[in-house]
């Protein structure tokens, strides 16, 4: 008999009560720990979590300012045994389950199963992910964080305990949503049934689970990410243009093609180095290497030119590192590749880790990193750490993959809070409580249709997801790919094995030879289009973000989040919201045609001005110099001038266009860039008796509207 | 801190001791438990393990033949933490690692890492398998079982321990085979270094560990396969042909097919229903449907044309099954499909399970079943019933998932043992010790490089798999998966969606709607060709399995097993041995050409009989109707004439072909067919000096040579 005693029981009696082996005994009733969170307690949950390792208060404030929910809206029960803690949560008929972290293969939950385990490039559907979270949200508008960091087993709905002899089947409770509304095929997953999410957490003899209450769906997320401690709000310039450099490109080069860019009329704000900056990348050493005999006047150069710098490493710190000796007694206790993997959940780690970055890039002007081979990749090359691995804090190997990527993520923050510097950077793994840390995941992985999933899927737990360009089949994929990147967290070009930009030759070993296509001019005037595209809606993205920030709401997210009542919204996952107004439904090379599902109320072709109704879905066929994306009527949208980059005074100059009859009033933000930043608000309003626009601005303001559009 | 005690160490410290949190201390030495097999007891090991659940007794007169070790080969260590229990054990520089069960995706272990997880349709490399087998076997000559129900996690070398400062690397100990020998691939896995084997078992306090000596690798597999119980001998006519017609098919359907096979000369042996049998298949009723009016019948009329029947079934029982109320109490506390799982771990579900088959089916004549479905699919359809489960024997779901293919087998295994009857059959599940059941694996996977790696990979871990045919894309595809087929341990044709045999139409569609290719005839006598090969071999693979009943020796092995202190042996996956001569290199389609690997001593293509000198890689372009077959210098192959089924006497009548000069002679069985057979001993002799074949047979032998041909 495995479960040898219950430990914990809240709200409606679950189907675990029913274990012959489960002596249940009422658990005390949740506790409301912030306006509209409740923590149920199981048996004595680990030391070691997400919620015990944060370093990011939650927002309470913005969690006051959601609307008061009277009551816990989920009855979660529990109990231990000899494989851990199980706990079940109730799932009514036709209620959609979202979220698990970054999932690539799959996107509503309900009918699943997935192991969270941390796992580099996942092909198969099973739970293994970059960046998986343990929290979940549901089309009735609640979320359910599971607070632990192990590898956590959700099933989510649809495994059946036995009936006993002539027991009647439990009548479903009636529902909005009847069954016959459900895409098809959902209606394998027994979606009208009453069933229950089942988590089981290995090794772990008691667990703390969080609800998070909506009353929406999108108020559940934007719940949970204030208490995460509200989403990250990247720089300006963090929000344009991204290339990142072949990995043995020198100083020279660098600059070589930082010049480039500039002559050639390329916007870019941030250039990335890959591996040849240290003197060990495999593992790492942190140290300039011979190709970079200049760092700082390497920075001082790209400043003046309005460039960013940002570094590639990973943290397991080579024998040569200045840092391997003072890391030795602070690291876990198996190397990968040969280096220390520094124990992150420690002061002593974080600390000598922090200080060198401080002193050796940050302090010169490096403005933030890519964290690279954070997550686990031992299905996929065997090199990480294995989860037996112990740790100085306490954490054994499964506990820190779950945690490494955000306490790394976390050990640099501590250097940009210190210098009060706001910084924007890529990680390769994240987890719970994400949403503060201004990072952008992404993946070996390339399959276009998966990165468009993972935009939406992300939006669920707190996650930033870059579909990032690396290369292309042709030129088509190349556009197609280019224009779903600048529509995302961060417009990253990543050019890390090609030698020129790929708009000169998509094809590897031609674009390192130096063989261009004939009109590859042609190509890089389609892409300059396609990242000026970008620029001008720096301003409505930054918005976007500072409501992130403030009050939780993804900047990036699925359909569904803000159309849960629609199930025509539930299986999208080819298009994401993006900001208020916006719906992107990126095309894909090789399909001329495509379906987008339009949700409630009307929309406007971006380009073309046309109007649709909602609750319908359209066929489109783009051009290939056009993303389909639809605005929302009512809608004011800002367009800034395109500039090269976000230092250009002219990036906040704006085309305002008007969508709709009777629009509400946009607000932008002026961001000082500073780590505290004032965001003084600015107001777009339109009057359409008197047929004119105005600004509501500040005496300091910078942005201006040169001109009013209406597209009706 | 994880490690809170250390419960057993056991020969040379292991890299274990060094943790700061183990408390070391000495273990009890192993214990030999039979000729050549030790024991380590580590801790208080599950009750629920393969063998404390194993209904087989070890073959102790076959493990006394083989050579006597001395000295347990491999020092094992080992410790218990909250995790689960550790164990270790070391690996020498230059030491492959094969085993683990089935798997498709990886051949050489050494370097990977694998969680031994229960699920079908594996299409990524972590360890989820149909059938894995926590048993791996090394190039130095020795196996190791490490004997639990659990999902183990097998760190296969690689994983290394932080130095402490100063700290000298360790020397490796000379190797006989140095890294320059190996493959190049190889080098990467750091095949040079001395490392261990980890293995983590979850949830577990303890567990056992059983080493194997050899001395040779191949005695090593022989030993683990004897302590199994000795290898499964099919009846003859299990080596026939297998063809399962279409799941809709009725029983006058199967007895036309049935006609239709002789009257065009196809040979076949076995017919197997697929789900139309039974009047409910998900879940399963095991109730003979309408579509079957007179199963006695059927079975009376298929046996007057010496055909046996198979049936294909899934444990899971429907509620209208007239099993389900007495399985109620026996059964897991979760349902599959609406159905019962029952307890095959606890004698009532054994029984009553077991008594209704007999009188439903096996008392009729059913000669076999096909056990579907026994394997966990909840990442591919989530239907299985949970980890989490528990079990009327104390078995909880994740046990079950590692014995529940097992224990099925055994359930039906024991009617046939009752009634002295024996069987043959397929199944989807399988795990540790299963050498002696008379079951071979498949799955619903069809990449047919992955099937052949397969074949090669089932050998180290007592298991059997078909390479089952069951479409493809073209005739070239059809005839060269067919070959592969027919030299398998289970020559199957499975049309269980196609109406007519693949020969007439390959095209799923057409096929179902009676379009036949225009020169159907002529891909049928291509394809007849291919399946009188496999009648010819029948008794020199008959020979084989008695090896495998009698000394463990798989009949299908990868090359390396035999050839371990040949590194050129190393990475070969899509060659193998088929018993003692022959060296079978399967062709795909679309690849007009191959390399062979062809080890020491020479060989000689079966087709053409040119000879080949060993030691070298050579390319070879088989035409279409040829599979790439190498027979062993010094080989007497006997060749049956080819019939319809393994009834007509005319199976027992030989060609016997000499390879080389010096041939061994080849001893043959006769099989009286009954549940312990005699086997006389039929004994081929070439003289070389005469120029002549002998026959040293009993009086009572079939068999005979009708003609001697000589190969030189």
Redesign the interface.
């Known amino acids: 008999?495995?479960?040898r005693h219950f430990i914990g029981v809240a709200g409606s009696a679950g189907a675990l009560l029913?274990?012959?082996?489960a002596s249940a005994q009422p658990a005390p009733p949740p506790q409301q720990v912030y306006p509209g969170v409740w923590k149920f307690t199981f048996g004595a949950p680990e030391k070691i979590t997400p919620t015990s390792t944060r370093r990011y208060a939650p927002a309470e404030y913005g969690l006051r300012r959601l609307p008061a929910v009277p009551a816990c809206p989920a009855a979660v029960t529990g109990g231990s045994?000899?494989?851990g803690t199980?706990v079940s949560i109730p799932l009514a008929p036709n209620e959609g389950v979202y979220g698990l972290g970054l999932q690539l293969q799959s996107f509503i939950q309900r009918?699943?199963?997935k192991r969270l385990r941390v796992n580099a490039d996942p092909?198969?559907?099973?739970?293994?992910s970059h960046a998986p979270a343990p929290f979940y949200v549901t089309t009735r508008g609640y979320g359910v964080l599971v607070d632990t960091a192990r590898y956590a087993?959700f099933?989510c709905g649809?495994?059946?305990?036995?009936?006993?002899?002539g027991a009647a089947e439990p009548q479903p409770e009636p529902s909005a949503i009847s069954t016959e509304m459900l895409p098809a095929a959902y209606r394998r997953f027994s979606f009208g049934e009453r069933t229950e999410v089942?988590v089981?957490v290995?090794?772990a003899q008691g667990v703390e689970v969080y609800v998070f209450a909506g009353p929406t769906m999108r108020q559940a997320v934007q719940r949970y990410n204030l208490f995460s401690g509200g989403g990250a709000l990247p720089p300006r310039w963090g929000l344009g243009m991204w290339y990142r450099v072949k990995n043995d490109y020198s100083q020279e080069e660098v600059l070589n093609l930082a010049s480039e860019f500039r002559e050639r009329r390329i916007p870019c704000d941030v250039i990335g180095l890959e591996a040849s900056w240290e003197t060990r990348a495999y593992s790492s050493t942190f140290v300039w290497s011979g190709k970079f005999p200049q760092p700082a006047a390497l920075i001082g150069q790209l400043t003046q030119k309005h460039y960013r710098l940002n570094l590639w490493e990973h943290a397991f710190t080579h024998p040569t590192s200045p840092l391997h000796?003072p890391l030795?007694p602070y690291?876990?206790?198996?190397?990968v590749w040969?280096g220390?993997v520094p124990d992150f959940l420690g002061p002593e780690a974080r600390r000598i880790f922090a200080d060198f970055h401080e002193k050796e890039h940050i302090a010169l002007g490096v403005s933030g990193y890519k964290l690279d081979e954070c997550d686990n990749a031992?299905?996929t090359g065997?090199w990480s750490?294995?989860?037996?691995s112990?740790f100085p804090s306490?954490a054994?190997g499964?506990q820190m993959h779950c945690l490494f990527g955000q306490r790394y993520q976390d050990t640099l923050q501590s250097v940009f809070e210190k210098r009060r510097v706001r910084t924007y950077g890529l990680v390769r793994s994240s987890g719970a409580l994400a949403a503060p840390y201004p990072y952008v995941l992404y993946s070996d992985l390339y399959d276009h249709k998966e990165f468009i999933r993972g935009l939406a899927n992300a939006g669920f737990s707190g996650l930033l997801w870059t579909p990032e360009l690396r290369n292309a089949q042709n030129t088509e994929d190349l556009i197609r790919r280019l224009q779903s990147v600048a529509l995302s967290p961060m417009a990253l070009i990543n050019a890390w094995y090609i030698k020129s930009p790929p708009w000169k030759q998509v094809e590897r070993n031609a674009n390192n030879a130096g063989r261009f296509d004939a009109n590859w001019e042609e190509v890089e005037a389609r892409c300059r289009a396609v990242m000026e595209m970008r620029m001008r809606l720096i301003p409505y993205l930054h918005a976007a973000f500072v409501r992130y920030h403030r009050e939780g709401l993804p900047p990036f997210r699925a359909v569904v989040m803000d159309y849960p009542d629609d199930p025509g919204t539930w299986p999208v996952d080819s298009q994401y919201l993006m900001g208020e107004s916006l719906m992107v439904a990126p095309a894909f090379a090789g399909e001329p045609a495509r379906a987008v599902y339009l949700p409630a109320r009307d929309w406007f072709d971006f380009w073309s001005g046309r109007r649709y109704s909602g609750k319908q879905r359209i066929q489109v066929s783009p051009p290939l110099e056009q993303i389909p994306i639809f605005v929302k009527a009512g809608t004011i949208l800002p367009l800034a001038e395109p500039t090269l980059h976000t230092d250009d005074p002219a990036s906040w100059r704006l085309t305002a266009q008007v969508y709709g009859d009777k629009p509400a009033p946009t607000t932008l933000y002026e961001d000082d860039g500073g780590w505290d930043p004032a965001l003084t608000e600015v107001s777009l309003t339109w009057d359409p008796e008197r047929h004119s626009g105005s600004v509501k601005r500040s005496e300091s303001g910078q942005y201006e509207v040169a001109e009013w559009k209406l597209i009706v």
């Open positions: 008999m495995n479960r029913q274990s012959r082996e045994s000899r494989r199980l009918g699943g199963k092909r198969m559907d099973t739970g293994d087993t099933y649809g495994k059946k305990r036995k009936k006993q002899s089942l089981e290995p090794e000796e030795l690291s876990g206790d198996y190397e040969g220390l031992d299905f065997n750490f294995p989860e037996i112990s306490g054994d499964e």
